[in-house]
């Protein structure tokens, strides 16, 4: 099993997502400022990935503060915080797992120190709690997936595997349960313009379980499901608004549309952390938007001519009647009935 955030030797440990596939590398991180670095460039990306490491993030900046005044202690870790919750604007699970770290932080009581480690211990929890709540989601994904007496083919977007949570995954979590009970075929990647995730990170993934994989470009999608190739699209999201709507990684709207035109069942798989109920509809979402290098240059080919305008969004929103069902540890509920799963 992959985990792409492990806290090691008083550091944290980073699987460099921005050398895959051709490189398999760890970053080795001591500070917050370095951190926070890290979720911005993406070297850790994935909704719940950004949280744990997040996480993790605020207790390295509390490691650095040299005080024992509880206020002045206080003061500048909500600076850690600011620091951190400017990196990445739409993953709500970054602003959730800071909310969780300065909550315990204001709540503890006892010397620096002892907030000190109790910041360790609650990081350290957030992440195995992630790849726990993956590991239902899988399953309770498992049970949604359409029942029929053949083996499915599940199509993905972009990667909400085990690189994008502490491990396991949220969609290929779903792919993972399937395949390891004997109902999946094979797994249709979408490549994933503009930084190229599926083709990178959930081809790459599949190829270490063994799981089959076929790569197509993202504008291919319609045509495979139009010749039956697809029986259900399984894909992550960054943030989920109370009425059901979801951000995900931008492609993934014009996917569940085509999806819906071809009856085919649209499934978005996501802890229950992701779901914002400060947010009524997803038009409340912020939407990140991204150097508009990722576009016209791959590598060190430049791919348009000079002068061209550029618009870069990293997600766009999928509305709820879209969705076929939403996939949490709690079950897979109907976009409508969503808030009961985050109460239950």
């Known amino acids: ?66 005080t024992s005044d509880r206020q002045e202690f206080l003061h500048r870790l909500e600076k850690v915080a600011q620091l951190l919750r400017s990196t990445r604007t739409t993953a709500v699970n970054l602003f959730w797992a800071i909310g969780r770290m300065m909550q315990t932080a204001y709540r503890s009581l006892g010397t620096i120190a002892e907030i000190k480690q109790i910041l360790l211990e609650t990081a350290q929890t957030i992440n195995a709690e992630d790849i726990q709540t993956c590991q239902q989601i899988g399953d309770h994904g498992l049970e949604a997936l359409p029942k029929t007496p053949e083996k499915l083919t599940i199509l993905t977007h972009c990667n909400a595997g085990a690189l994008a949570t502490a491990g396991y995954g949220t969609a290929l979590g779903v792919v993972r349960s399937a395949w390891r009970e004997g109902r999946l075929t094979r797994v249709f990647a979408d490549e994933t313009r503009p930084r190229l995730q599926g083709a990178k990170l959930t081809a790459w993934e599949c190829v270490q ?62 802890p229950i952390s992701t779901i914002d109920v400060a947010l009524a509809e997803g038009s409340q979402i912020p939407i990140e938007e991204r150097h508009p290098v990722e576009i016209y240059q791959v590598g060190n080919t430049i791919l348009t001519p000079s002068g061209v305008e550029f618009y870069n969004p990293a997600f766009d929103v999928t509305p709820a009647d879209l969705i076929t069902a939403i996939i949490t540890e709690n079950g897979a509920f109907a976009p409508g009935e969503l808030i009961k799963s985050k109460l239950k």
């Open 1 to 66: 099993m992959l985990y792409p955030v492990v806290w090691k030797n008083n550091s944290v440990l980073l699987i460099d997502q921005t050398r895959l596939p051709n490189e398999y590398a760890v970053v080795e991180i001591h500070r917050s400022e370095d951190m926070a670095e890290a979720i911005r460039t993406m070297i850790v990306r994935g909704a719940p990935a950004i949280g744990v490491a997040a996480a993790y993030g605020i207790y390295l900046g509390a490691r650095e503060i040299e």
């Open 209 to 270: 379980e063994g799981i089959p994989v076929r790569v197509i470009t993202d504008n291919m999608a319609a045509h495979c499901m139009k010749q039956g190739f697809i029986d259900a699209v399984v894909v992550g999201a960054d943030r989920i608004a109370a009425n059901g709507d979801a951000a995900n990684k931008i492609g993934t709207y014009g996917l569940a549309i085509v999806a819906k035109a071809h009856n085919i069942p649209f499934f978005v798989a996501a």
